[in-house]
């Protein structure tokens, strides 16, 4: 353990930060399990709508530098892709 001052606040500030970025990955995590779930079921119009959803969410992580821009950027794309090979039904 630090007994250096300024360690010691950097320290509860770093395990603060980590928390709150936990919450917003598993926040990520959960919207884009949703657009593929209904890319799944086959059902383009939610599957489109959810995938905005997912790709805002993507765009506020990588500004407030929970993602690196690059990899909020690859997994928009990747997202975009899916939706766009669902059939329209």
């Known amino acids: 353990m630090a007994n250096i001052k300024s360690q010691i606040k ?5 395990e603060t930060r980590r ?3 936990k919450g917003v990955k598993s926040a990520l995590k959960t919207s884009t399990k ?3 779930t209904a890319i799944a079921e086959g ?3 939610t ?4 995938e905005r959803d997912a790709a805002r969410a993507l765009d506020k992580a ?13 997994k928009k794309s990747r997202l975009a892709r899916q939706v ?4 329209a039904a």
């Open 10 to 14: 950097r320290n509860k500030q770093n």
């Open 84 to 87: 766009n090979a669902t059939p």
């Open 19 to 21: 928390e709150r970025n």
């Open 43 to 45: 059902d383009a119009e």
């Open 62 to 74: 990588a500004a407030k530098g929970v993602l690196h821009k690059r990899t909020a950027a690859r």
């Open 34 to 36: 949703k657009v593929q």
């Open 47 to 50: 599957a489109a709508t959810l």
